[in-house]
């Protein structure tokens, strides 16, 4: 079916009043979804499939889809106004996001996620209509060593995220590739590192870690003086309560950035939103002439991880549904939805299906803007939050983060896991280790020692699989030049050292 | 090597790790290192836990080499105040099953705002009691996510 | 002391006559808990909503039934909490294969279904043995000839190592001497694009996933993995009669209640499973789904787990896996 003619029919169901109405509600919860931690929309969204039975099938895709990708708009509320991370890819946003933050701009930030946001979905949704099908066959010829390359890259950024000690920072990595290996080990059903614990088979999950480490490490630093009476300077004036023009121009890559980044990422099976806005975060540090002030509230590095989360969206729908085959847990969520109502997501669903595909597609755009708009006013809103005495904000960052992670597994193990991690980031700010590479190692380590595995199996051990196919080469000679910029620096400095004795 | 900060904090991170990585690589020998079938799960963690060891020694012996360079002297009231905190939120905590989560959200409340922040008693209780009641309403009642409950019934 | 309390459960059984008038004597008096070890969305979850949705449509129970989500440990979270709610008449829970398993390889996982009180089966689910659709091999034989000329060359995706997908690759394995590589992927997602992407070559697939990919062209089946030939299937042979003479270790989903329930209360559940698998949704659930209907009443369902969990010990050890249990 031509695209133009496709779309012309999606926006006559989109613009249907009931399917416009159910729009509306997915994405305004998925937003509410979004800004509370722990609760996603994979148990959002299974929690409503029984009353979608008895709606019309158009209406109830384009709700529980406005879910999806309304809550990547909500997941940086949290993240910038009290670095507590909504959901895991929204963890990259607090690096950037808070510092944003503390230094008065909060609003600047809030506004510029919600743009960015609104840009890299529309492209996310672009993408779907447009590259759907040879983009998903290009998908498929990414296996193992690929994805092993891509991890790789992933964590050669820890590099660029290291700040004053790159010791220190791979110390962390490390230490997340450890958390991450806690649990049973998928090829050998061996338990690793569990002390005996059964909570612990299954590992510790990421938002936990998240959640300790940044809000709680960062409530728990801010405890030591008494005298502030107020923890962050409320965003004072029009300048401050919006993005201006100046840091429009500033995220003009961002946008891009973020918004391509987060779409291939989408596409792939194996990809994810929370190894998106890594890339991508890095990605922008990378290129950006403020590199070394990333991390201190760049808007930047808020623009680009937020566009990738939600153009993931729209990646993410590629291999669902021109294949059938979920990515991730939300996806496959949807794919258990589609499979209720009677249809078969796979390769003939959209030449059978025409309209319920476009009118998804036609819902998507119309949802985009139905956030921003939702979004955009609420802004100043959210950051007289901010007003609020340092004395209650504590303990609402700290009740919002038990509620957040009791609501994600109903453990109160995981509530001791909480303080575990807490604790520990406390210890990491007092002894200069930085939290991003944990957090990076943490989220890449089990995928990156499983695409590893496989990779081998795959080649009977030769290790030249990773090497001989022409796309793990390129990204595993990327990543191995990004190692070695540090090395490149300190070379020059002593050369530089030799010759002026 | 260069280091921003050298406290002495640096030297014992380093030697903590090092005994962590330590552990694991002792962990990792016990399991399969490679197997007929592919890596097995002693792989990944013995040459993790053998970085690291790597890592904190080097850590170790360049805070030890430029020991004479520290950073601040450690503030020690202000991380007793912090630690202090923290071992409330984890008394709390341990209470959930005894109190409930609202009981002991408002007991943790009062203790940050009129211990730590030295604000009136009263202040301290109403600010308890709203913060407690404002969770219970918006996530339990409106939400309908249920938090833990103790004893008390809620 | 399980053991002893679940043979005490059996016993009663026996003695009671076996028409439905055993609703007398135990009623659920609050809103019925139904425990699954997966989060919202997961496998068992979805099963259990649509379980808790019909059990109200038919009125099946007094009572409200809600699903109570305790994921983690692979199950053992799940049965670590039922085992808590010793003596709870109102509380049961949703298994899988899975709870059958894991206390047999984790020896943090304690808590086994004969720990608990089986109350019944409820179905079973085949598999399909699928190539991409232009490979070289027409039945399984080609395949198995092939593996049998390039020993650990051909691979196949699937699931852990103790997943149905390995056992099945043990067992014939076993019974032909071919040997080929298996690569375990973490989601049904990842294992299919590995074999449409050309990465593996065959997967065991459940008849449902696979069902729109071979319409679409992309996958071919070779052979099914159950007892009779699929409604959805009717020109793949199964295994047996393919010529491969090998035990179809089905994939289970049945119903179990903490230990220590009173026998009255166990007939009460059993009563409500055999009422469920006969309203016409769960048959319409089931056909849609393609699974089996697998119903075991209590007694059956503790034999049924005795022999599988021993044919289990025996593959598993085979695969080179560690038993501890």
Redesign the interface.
């Known amino acids: 079916m031509d695209i133009l003619s496709g779309l012309l029919n999606g926006f006559a169901v989109a613009l249907a009043p009931a399917n416009l109405l159910w729009c509306f509600v997915g994405v305004f919860l998925g937003t509410v979804v979004g800004v509370?931690p722990g609760?996603g929309p994979?148990?959002t969204?299974?929690?409503l499939?029984?009353l979608t039975?008895s709606m019309n099938p158009a209406g109830a895709i384009i709700m529980l889809a406005g879910i999806y990708y309304g809550a990547k708009y909500g997941g940086s509320t949290t993240s910038i106004l009290m670095n507590v991370p909504g959901e895991s890819a929204s963890v990259v946003t607090c690096i950037d996001g808070y510092q944003m933050a503390r230094k008065g701009r909060a609003g600047a930030a809030l506004g510029i996620a919600a743009i960015a946001s609104f840009v890299a979905g529309t492209v996310g949704v672009l993408g779907l209509m447009l590259v759907a099908p040879p983009l998903a066959k290009f998908?498929?010829?990414?296996?193992?060593p690929e994805y092993f390359a891509l991890m790789s890259l992933g964590l050669a950024l820890v590099v660029l995220l290291a700040g004053?000690?790159i010791?220190?920072a791979?110390?962390a990595a490390?230490?997340g590739?450890?958390i991450a290996?806690i649990g049973?080990?998928?090829?050998?059903?061996?338990?690793?590192?569990?002390f005996?614990?059964?909570?612990?088979?299954?590992g510790i999950d990421f938002i936990v870690v998240a959640i300790g480490v940044f809000a709680?490490g960062e409530?728990?630093?801010n405890?030591?003086?008494?005298e502030e009476t107020q923890l962050l300077e409320v965003p004072k004036g029009l300048r401050n309560l919006l993005p201006t023009w100046q840091d429009l121009k500033d995220c003009r890559f961002a946008f891009a950035n973020g918004s391509v980044i987060g779409f291939l990422v989408g596409t792939l099976?194996?990809g994810g939103s929370t190894i998106a806005s890594f890339l991508s975060y890095g990605l922008e540090k990378a290129v950006s002439r403020r590199r070394d002030q990333f991390g201190t509230g760049v808007i930047e590095g808020v623009a680009a991880p937020e566009g990738a989360n939600n153009s993931e969206t729209g990646g993410a729908l590629v291999?669902l549904l021109t294949?059938?085959?979920?990515?991730s847990?939300?996806?496959?969520?949807l794919l258990?939805a589609l499979?209720?109502w009677?249809f078969?997501?796979?390769?003939?669903?959209i030449p059978e299906h025409p309209d319920l595909f476009w009118g998804l597609v036609a819902s998507m755009y119309i949802g985009n803007v139905m956030l921003l708009v939702l979004n955009l006013p609420l802004v100043p809103l959210f950051a007289q939050v901010l007003r609020m005495p340092?004395?209650?904000l504590?303990?609402?960052i700290?009740?919002v983060s038990?509620?957040g992670v009791?609501?994600a597994?109903?453990?109160?193990f995981d509530?001791?896991l909480?303080?575990v991690f807490?604790?520990l980031g406390?210890?990491m700010r007092?002894?200069?280790?930085p939290a991003a590479p944990l957090i990076l190692g943490l989220a890449l380590g089990s995928g990156m020692?499983?695409a590893?595995?496989?990779s081998?199996?795959?080649s009977?051990?030769e290790l030249s699989i990773l090497v001989s196919r022409p796309i793990s080469a390129v990204m595993l000679s990327l990543a191995v030049v990004i190692l070695l910029i540090p090395l490149f620096g300190k070379l020059n400095a002593w050369r530089l050292r030799a010759l002026e004795s | 090597m260069e280091d921003g900060t050298r406290k002495s904090g640096d030297l014992w991170s380093g030697i903590a790790l090092a005994a962590l990585g330590v552990y694991i690589i002792v962990q990792a020998w016990q399991w399969e290192y490679s197997s007929p079938e592919g890596p097995g799960p002693g792989f990944f963690p013995l040459w993790y836990g053998i970085g690291m060891l790597a890592l904190a020694a080097l850590l170790v012996v360049s805070h030890l080499r430029g020991a004479a360079v520290y950073g601040k002297p450690a503030d020690w009231k202000r991380i007793a105040r912090a630690l202090s905190a923290w071992l409330a939120l984890a008394v709390s905590v341990a209470l959930f099953k005894i109190l409930g989560f609202v009981a002991s959200f408002a007991l943790l409340t009062y203790f940050i705002v009129a211990v730590m922040y030295r604000r009136p008693v009263r202040t301290a209780a109403i600010s308890a009691f709203a913060t407690a009641a404002g969770f219970y309403l918006v996530f339990e009642l409106a939400l309908g996510m249920s938090l833990p409950s103790g004893m008390l019934g809620f | 002391m399980n053991i002893r309390c679940a043979t005490l459960v059996l016993a009663a059984l026996a003695a009671l006559p076996q028409t439905a008038a055993l609703a007398q004597g135990f009623k659920p008096s609050r809103t019925v808990e139904l425990v699954v070890h997966t989060g919202p969305g997961g496998g068992s979850d979805v099963l259990a909503r649509a379980l808790a949705v019909m059990a109200e449509r038919e009125k099946l129970l007094p009572v409200r039934m809600i699903v109570v989500n305790k994921p983690g440990g692979n199950s053992a979270v799940a049965a670590a909490y039922l085992s808590e709610k010793r003596g709870d008449p109102n509380t049961i829970g949703l298994f899988t294969g899975v709870w059958l398993q894991t206390p047999l390889v984790s020896p943090e996982a304690k808590v086994t279904l004969r720990d608990l009180t089986p109350v019944a089966r409820l179905v079973l689910e085949p598999a399909v043995i699928a190539v991409k659709a232009d490979a070289p091999y027409r039945t399984l034989a080609e395949f198995i000839d092939a593996a049998k000329k390039n020993p650990g060359k051909l691979k196949q995706s699937g699931g852990s190592n103790t997943s149905r997908d390995n056992v099945v690759r043990q067992l014939l394995q076993k019974s032909t001497g071919a040997q080929w590589a298996f690569i375990s992927f973490p989601g049904g997602g990842e294992r299919i694009a590995a074999l449409i992407g050309g990465h593996v070559d065959i997967m065991v697939i459940e008849p449902e996933e696979a069902g729109e990919h071979i319409r679409a062209g992309n996958m071919r089946v070779l052979a099914q993995v159950s007892e009779r030939r699929l409604p959805g299937f009717p020109n793949a042979p199964t295994l047996k009669e393919a010529g491969f003479d090998v035990p179809v270790v089905p994939q289970v989903r049945g119903m179990v209640a903490p230990p220590g329930i009173p026998a009255a209360n166990v007939a009460y559940w059993e009563d409500f499973c055999r009422r469920l698998t006969r309203t016409a949704s769960w048959q319409k659930y089931i056909a849609d789904n393609q699974f089996e209907d697998g119903y075991q009443n209590a007694a059956d369902l503790a034999k049924f787990y005795d022999e599988f969990t021993g044919r289990m010990r025996d593959i598993l050890k085979d695969a080179g896996v560690k038993i501890v249990r």
């Open positions: 509370l609760l994979p148990a969204i299974a929690m499939l029984p039975f998908a498929l010829s990414f296996s193992s004053r000690s010791v220190k791979l110390l490390l230490f590739l450890w290996s049973t080990d998928l090829f050998s059903t061996n338990s690793r590192f569990t005996g614990r059964m909570e612990l088979l299954s709680l409530v728990l630093g405890m030591e003086a008494r099976p194996g291999p294949l059938g085959i979920p990515g847990g939300t996806t496959a969520i258990a499979v209720l009677g078969k997501p796979g390769p003939l669903f340092v004395y209650l504590y303990p609402l700290l009740g038990l509620v009791y609501s597994s109903g453990s109160l509530l001791g909480l303080m807490g604790l406390y210890l007092k002894l200069d280790y020692e499983r590893l595995r496989q081998l199996m795959m009977q051990g």
